[in-house]
């Protein structure tokens, strides 16, 4: 099993003429760095030219798998019907 993926909060900019958009998104450790220019990938289309404006603490994703099989136990839906 390879390990955990480190993710940071980043803020990016992107300018489109005379307009700046911003967007927030966690980025794996080795491409948030401040000052870096991404491509991202949005519903099947890469942009280019998101500037990394910020980037916050480690973090380590939550297992979604974990927090469902939790739900699924605590509400009682895992139960036999």
Request: aromatic fraction near 4%; charged fraction near 35%.
């Amino acid at each position: 099993m390879s390990k955990k993926t480190k993710y940071r909060q980043c803020r990016l900019e992107r300018r489109v003429g005379t307009r700046r958009i911003e967007q927030v998104t966690h980025l794996p450790e080795e491409f948030a760095v401040v000052g870096r220019v991404l491509k991202l990938k949005d519903e099947g289309k890469w942009t280019d030219g998101w500037r990394v404006l910020t980037a916050g603490e480690l973090v380590e994703p939550p297992d979604i798998h974990k927090m469902i099989r939790g739900h699924r136990e605590n509400t009682g839906d895992s139960l036999p019907k």
